[in-house]
């Protein structure tokens, strides 16, 4: 789309609209920012974004005749598309994009991009370093911070975007096509938005709704939705599996004992093509799960042309990300660590599983809908005590009770969750922020979460 004059509506001020403002901006459109809150303040809104040009600022709900002037309304992620206000812009026959195809429209080069449940961020991440070792300009964009919208424009046709995709992204993609796709695993999340667990599968299987036969998409062979899916997916399969090795004629990676395996020869050309990657005692990341994420991207980079030994040598420098099994400090004999990524139950499944200590669990925050039996069932003896805080506290409390887990406190907020994990805990313990559930209502993100619970951690 040539976007030079077009009248354009984006829904939503935040983060993601004032990111779409701004490219739209420079590309000539007529943007008119939307928020759906009466009580919004356009001056505030305005600051926010910046600039001496004047923005036109729409609050509460969109004027009839305004809709008949649209040409596009871009949606912010956080934004259902199921609302009234949506319904409505398509039944005026208004395209309802967001703002990953939108970046893509504006964007050049290739476009590799990872989506799932957990452990999109540090695979991301990972995958960003080992393309930036290999290859420039490469650009790390979506949920892991850097807005696409943000780079699209410095993007050439020899550029290579790393993206993290969220299914809130992928609801409003039509034209989105990567060369390499990841779907790393779907385990239930986001019901109070997608409302059925059938429904949040086909949106996240949407990455691939745009590929070609010579584009790959990476698959988790444990997953038996995933499994099912490859059988009918466009684009070339290659799977990888921390539980097994790979039937015979499968490509992809799997983990055998303390090794990681690529295997992407031919069999029926007599080619084994079998390689280790690396060891899992020569990487920097903890547990079966980050050896996943490592087969994720090694295999997305793989699929792209990247050499082997290149992908090992950037695998094994890689350190954990910020906020996901994050080693904090260690006061007194008691190691700290943040997992405020862990905002699902599966996700803090796996922050319990890497530790190695018996653990003090902080966990806690916004209803998502979600149920803890299966998270609970895995503390299996490491866990000493479940401090709990947030909108949950009481629920997971009463789940744990069913469950015959007992020891729990209820904190008043995740100050006073630290100090008491700093005062019942013990030299050779560990304390665990993963709270299971999202930071919403205390927090405004996960992040902002996480680096309050490493200040009050190094305040102790």
């Not at 060369?179 to 996240?204: F, G, P, Q």
């Not at 020891?407 to 006073?416: F, M, R, S, Y």
Request: negative net charge; charged residues 25%.
């Amino acid at each position: 789309m040539n976007f030079d004059g077009k009248r354009i509506l984006i829904f939503g001020s935040g983060v993601s609209g004032t990111g779409a403002f701004r490219l739209l901006s420079q590309l000539n459109a007529r943007c008119i920012i939307f928020d759906g809150n009466e009580k919004a303040d356009p001056d505030i809104i305005r600051s926010r974004i910046g600039g001496k040009s004047p923005i036109e600022i729409v609050t509460g709900t969109v004027p009839e005749e305004l809709l008949d002037e649209l040409d596009l309304v871009i949606l912010s992620p956080g934004v259902p598309t199921d609302i009234p206000a949506v319904q409505s812009f398509r039944e005026h026959g208004i395209p309802v994009w967001g703002e990953v195809e939108l970046a893509y429209r504006a964007g050049k080069g290739d476009v590799l991009a990872i989506t799932g449940t957990n452990g999109k961020t540090t695979t991301t991440a990972l995958l960003g370093r080992i393309m930036s070792d290999y290859t420039s300009p490469v650009f790390v964009v979506g949920n892991i911070g850097t807005s696409y919208t943000s780079k699209a424009l410095q993007m050439t046709d020899d550029t290579v975007t790393v993206a993290e995709i969220s299914s809130f992204q992928l609801e409003t993609i039509e034209e989105f096509a990567p060369k390499v796709s990841a779907i790393l695993n779907i385990t239930e999340d986001h019901l109070n938005r997608h409302h059925t667990m059938e429904e949040y599968i086909r949106v996240k299987e949407l990455i691939t709704k745009n590929q070609k036969p010579d584009d790959f998409c990476i698959l988790n062979y444990e997953d038996r939705v995933l499994r099912e899916f490859a059988k009918d997916v466009v684009p070339q399969v290659l799977f990888f599996s921390s539980e097994q090795e790979l039937p015979e004629g499968i490509k992809g990676a799997y983990l055998r004992g303390d090794e990681i395996i690529l295997r992407l020869g031919s069999p029926e050309n007599g080619e084994t093509g079998e390689t280790v990657l690396a060891g899992t005692g020569d990487l920097k990341l903890l547990g079966k799960h980050n050896y996943e994420n490592v087969m994720a991207a090694a295999l997305m980079a793989c699929a792209y042309g990247v050499p082997v030994d290149s992908i090992r040598r950037s695998a094994e420098d890689f350190n954990a990300v910020e906020h996901r099994i994050e080693f904090v400090t260690e006061k007194n004999g008691v190691a700290w660590y943040n997992d405020s990524k862990g905002t699902n139950p599966d996700a803090a499944i796996k922050g319990i599983q890497a530790m190695n200590r018996p653990t003090f669990l902080i966990a806690g925050g916004y209803d998502k809908g979600a149920d803890y039996d299966e998270w609970i069932r895995s503390f299996d003896g490491k866990v000493k005590s479940l401090i709990l805080i947030g909108q949950t506290r009481e629920k997971i409390r009463d789940a744990a009770f069913r469950l015959g887990f007992t020891d729990i406190v209820l904190a008043n907020n995740l100050e006073e969750a630290v100090r008491v994990c700093s005062t019942l805990s013990e030299p050779g313990d560990a304390c665990l922020l993963s709270p299971a559930c999202a930071s919403w209502g205390q927090f405004e993100n996960y992040e902002q979460r996480g680096n309050m619970f490493k200040e009050y951690v190094h305040a102790l």
